[in-house]
């Protein structure tokens, strides 16, 4: 099992959960069983063709996917995955 870590954010879709176990051996395995358990999560997560929002970053353990393979990065058991959504923000008021 993998754990994914949910942002405070988006608890709300997956039922007040801060964490869900899943099966997957990629980034995109892990993502899509969530979302098969979370569906309301899917629209968070992936745009209407199936990519990853711009603003989710996504981190196996401490290592930003972005700088490994992508949602094609191996994951392991008992490793976690961690969703972050980037915060925008303006300047000052």
Same mark, same amino acid.
């Given at each position: 099992m %993998?754990? +994914?870590?949910?942002?405070?954010?988006?608890?709300?879709?997956t039922?007040?959960a801060?964490? %869900?176990?899943?099966?997957?051996?990629t +980034?995109? $395995?892990?993502?899509?069983?969530l +979302?098969?358990?979370?569906?309301q999560?899917?629209?968070?997560? /992936?745009?209407?063709?199936g990519?990853?929002?711009? /603003?989710?970053?996504?981190?196996?353990? $401490?290592?930003? +996917?972005? /700088?490994?393979?992508?949602? $094609?990065t191996g994951? $392991?058991?008992?490793?976690? %995955?961690?969703?972050l959504?980037?915060?925008?923000?303006g300047?000052r008021?």
């Amino acid at each position: 099992m %993998v754990t +994914v870590r949910i942002p405070g954010p988006m608890r709300s879709l997956t039922g007040g959960a801060s964490s %869900v176990a899943v099966e997957g051996a990629t +980034v995109r $395995e892990v993502l899509e069983a969530l +979302v098969a358990l979370h569906p309301q999560a899917r629209p968070r997560i /992936f745009d209407d063709q199936g990519r990853l929002r711009r /603003f989710v970053n996504l981190y196996v353990g $401490e290592e930003d +996917v972005r /700088f490994a393979d992508g949602l $094609e990065t191996g994951v $392991e058991a008992g490793q976690a %995955v961690s969703i972050l959504a980037a915060v925008a923000g303006g300047g000052r008021p």
